[in-house]
């Protein structure tokens, strides 16, 4: 049957037993209810094309996105509610994954995110971060420029196999124990000791040492053939042993006053007679001439001896 005029009821409507109830007391219709509770109750469930909602839509129970919620799904039902982006099981309060493990950025943030607990990471690449605490138990790699403004505590081992530079513009890389180098160590600047042993020492330039001891019972000095010098600054008064083709000098005084010093002084002096003393660079480089002009006769010279 045909009806081409506006179909009115005025006191309500009710299709089968609960298929289509309208209330005109409460002005609600229900849905397979004969109780509606809203303007508008499906007790079931809707299927529509496009769905527009200009105020606040509750979901008491579950909420999915996509074919069994693998898109977005909300699950109100369990624990305190767990939100799954790309997951229809939620594991955690905010479960995010992709479609593989790696290779496929799951989350993005533009701007900033403020994370106030833990944060467990598998894998992480840093553009710019600015972290007060950092746990890290396993293997770290870092491919570029690391700057640290503060302390750094490592208690297990730091292997670096690349260059590491300490204190570029000035400061202080302080070690508490023992630091142990494998390879070569080179020091720019200037290096202090409180103590150090070592086997073998090399010095290309000059090394300037306040006070030397060689070891006992066979300590040895040795300068490096075929013209390595060692030079010695004091008196050598500690200088013992023989000393074959050792170059000497002997300090000259004449009458008591110092002409020059040396390991041994001699010291001329004498009755009756005139002491005249050359030096360079009245004579050569490193010879001084003694003259001693007696002032008796030849002959007692003779006899003395000259």
């Known amino acids: 049957m045909a009806v081409n005029k506006n179909f009115v009821v005025k006191n309500g409507l009710e299709v089968s037993t609960d298929l289509i109830l309208a209330n005109a007391s409460t002005n609600k219709v229900g849905i397979a209810t004969t109780t509606p509770e809203y303007t508008l109750h499906v007790n079931g469930g809707i299927g529509a094309t496009d769905s527009y909602v200009s105020g606040i839509s509750t979901v008491a ?3 999915h996105v996509g074919t069994a919620g693998t898109i977005f799904s909300v699950d109100a039902l369990t624990g305190i509610g767990s939100v799954g982006v790309g997951t229809a099981a939620p594991a955690y309060l905010l479960d995010v994954r992709s ?7 799951a989350l993005y943030v533009y701007g900033d995110m403020r994370v106030t607990g833990d944060i467990n990471l598998d894998d992480v690449t840093l553009d710019d971060a600015t972290i007060q605490d950092l746990n890290v138990t396993g293997l770290s790699t870092f491919g570029g420029y690391v700057d640290i403004n503060d302390s750094v505590d490592i208690t297990g081992n730091l292997q670096v196999s690349g260059i590491t ?6 400061g202080i890389t302080t070690t508490g124990g023992d630091l142990y180098v494998g390879g070569d160590l080179y020091v720019l600047d200037d290096i202090v000791y409180d103590e150090v042993t070592g086997r073998n020492i090399n010095i290309t330039g000059v090394g300037t040492i306040n006070g030397v001891k060689i070891g006992d019972p066979a300590g040895i000095i040795t300068a490096a053939s075929p013209t390595g010098i ?14 074959p083709g050792l170059s000497a000098a002997i300090g000259i005084s004449s009458g008591g006053t110092q002409v020059g010093s040396a390991i041994t002084m001699v010291d001329f002096t004498a009755t009756n007679a005139t002491i005249t003393v050359a030096v360079p660079p009245a004579t050569a480089t490193g010879v001084a001439t003694v003259n001693i002009a007696p002032s008796v006769s030849l002959g007692l010279v003779i006899a003395l001896g000259g």
């Open 230 to 243: 060692v030079t010695y600054y004091g008196d050598g008064s500690y200088l013992t042993g023989a000393a």
């Open 165 to 170: 530079t300490l204190a570029s513009t000035g």
């Open 61 to 63: 129970e579950n909420f």
């Open 99 to 105: 479609p593989v493990s790696t290779g496929q950025t």
